[in-house]
């Protein structure tokens, strides 16, 4: 989360990619621990891609992602975009 907030980038996760991470972190048998690594591992692509994406705002996490490595809900700011 705060590396997104670094480049202004709101991060938002969705109640069923939490417990889609949850359901993950219990298949595995890592409990709280592995939380952190299957949420690093939906988002790997993206921490790359943030710095530069200058317009965007708001990235929504839903369960597709955590599930099915879909892409996550971008959301840009209109007034960088025009800039």
Known sequence: ???FEMDGV???????ALRAVARQALARKTGARGLRSIMEGAMLDLMYEIPSRPDLA???VNAGV???HEKPVLLFDK???QA
């Open 1 to 3: 989360v705060r590396l």
């Open 10 to 16: 709101k991060l938002h996760f969705t109640d069923d």
């Open 58 to 60: 708001e990235v929504v």
């Open 66 to 68: 955590i599930e099915r």
């Open 79 to 81: 007034k960088a975009s």
